[in-house]
């Protein structure tokens, strides 16, 4: 089954302690994205990769890191979260050349992460 | 402002019903155009592109008018299935690394 997918769906950490947030796809996509989630703001990408080894920032990158070592996966990183960045977080994919209304993206079942 | 705005709702509608949502959106030089439907704590899923002659899918009818830069969706005989918050997306570019969102809209069809 062709799919995203997200691990953990819940994390509930503390200030400060580093996480990562796993995301994999088996649809061989180029690109991949992180987005959150927030009430009444919609979604807003923080990075995004165009292909491996080539990523680059979205409109709120501060405080995450990424990397795209192999095609399939684009962890999400929080080297030191703080409670602003309690939301919740998706991970996209899509095919990259064929243009947007021929290549929708494709979601994870979301990770809904607090910061206390 | 927001570059995608839509009206949060919620709107309650009796099953039958048919109800229309819009969405504004502030760049005139976006380029394609998208309904997402995220049901509750769920991932958004395309429920239909929008493009510009306009376009029908079942009971569901997008519009575009690039003029007034304003996308709508049109559900016919609404579903209680149809109970979901609907997410306009719209692209600057051809690639999908530009996408904006709409903070969606939310609808109840109710029996």
């Known amino acids: 089954e062709a799919q995203v997918t997200q691990n953990p769906r819940y994390l509930i950490t503390v200030t400060g302690k580093k996480l990562t947030v796993t995301c994999s796809q088996n649809m061989n996509h180029e690109y991949m994205s992180w987005y959150r989630q927030d009430p009444g703001l919609g979604l807003r990408q923080i990075y995004y990769?165009?292909?491996?080894?080539?990523?680059d920032k979205g409109d709120v990158p501060e405080g995450y890191k990424v990397s795209r070592k192999e095609k399939r996966n684009f962890p999400l990183i929080l080297e030191s979260p703080s409670p602003n960045q309690t939301s919740l977080y998706f991970c996209a994919s899509s095919l990259r050349d064929r243009g947007s209304y021929n290549s929708p993206l494709h979601f994870g079942n979301g990770t809904r992460l607090t910061v206390t | 402002r927001k570059e995608v705005e839509q009206d949060p709702g919620p709107f309650n509608v009796p099953e039958g019903a048919t109800v229309a949502f819009n969405c504004t959106y502030s760049n005139s030089a976006s380029q394609s155009f998208f309904w997402y439907r995220q049901d509750c704590r769920k991932e958004p899923k395309l429920l239909m592109s929008v493009y510009s002659s306009g376009n029908e899918d079942g009971r569901f009818t997008a519009q575009l008018n690039r003029a007034s830069q304003y996308i709508s969706l049109l559900i016919r005989d609404s579903k209680l299935s149809d109970s979901a918050t609907y997410l306009c997306?719209?692209?600057?570019?051809?690639?999908?690394?530009?996408?904006?969102f709409g903070a969606g809209t939310r609808l109840t069809v109710k029996p």
């Open positions: 990769s165009m292909n491996v080894e080539v990523t």
């Open positions: 997306v719209v692209n600057r570019l051809r690639t999908n690394n530009d996408m904006r």
